[in-house]
């Protein structure tokens, strides 16, 4: 496990944000005040990680704690190319363009998609999103992909291939 100040969590979707902004293509990611959201809804579903750390900056001596995100350790060999040339089962890959690093680490999806083994594999590439897409503009297109290949085994009508998705939600081949 690794744990998140409300400041590093910020920090590192504003990076991502900072990145689709400067792209010249891109609004915010994020609506207005959905890193006070998102920070409060993950402080209210773990009981333990809200307790933990310093209170907010500003607030008054003995004011309770920020709390603290606890995420789970990424680990690395959990999706690589090696595990990934051994699927055999369908495979859905939704990534956000502004996607950064985590811990240091970005795998390179298009070589994992090459190399699962099953025909029935789709990835996509969303415009103007980052790692915290649950949360930010192109949530829609992720919730509705996802739900279509849950149901189907296919997106917007295809069971293979690669594509960019645009903040309409239009698909472009690679």
């Not at 990611?29 to 773990?46: H, L, S």
């Not at 415009?127 to 297109?141: K, L, P, Y």
Request: charged share 25%.
């Amino acid at each position: 496990m690794t744990v998140e100040t409300r400041a590093t969590f910020v920090s590192g979707w504003n990076a991502d944000a900072m990145r689709a902004l400067e792209s010249g293509r891109c609004d915010d990611p994020r609506e207005p005040g959905i890193q006070d959201i998102a920070w409060a809804a993950t402080m209210e579903n773990d009981e333990l990680g809200r307790t933990w750390g310093p209170p907010p900056a500003g607030a008054p001596e003995g004011s309770p704690p920020e709390g603290l995100m606890r995420v789970r350790q990424v680990v690395q060999w959990g999706w690589n190319p090696e595990v990934a040339s051994q699927l055999e089962v369908p495979t859905l890959i939704i990534w956000g363009e502004f996607d950064s690093p985590l811990g240091g680490f970005r795998q390179d999806v298009a070589e994992l998609y090459d190399l699962v083994r099953n025909e029935n594999k789709l990835r996509f590439t969303v415009q103007c999103a980052g790692h915290t897409m649950q949360w930010e503009r192109q949530r829609g297109i992720l919730h509705q992909f996802s739900k279509e290949w849950i149901k189907h085994g296919r997106v917007g009508g295809f069971d293979r291939g690669e594509f960019v998705v645009d903040t309409e939600g239009n698909l472009t081949p690679m």
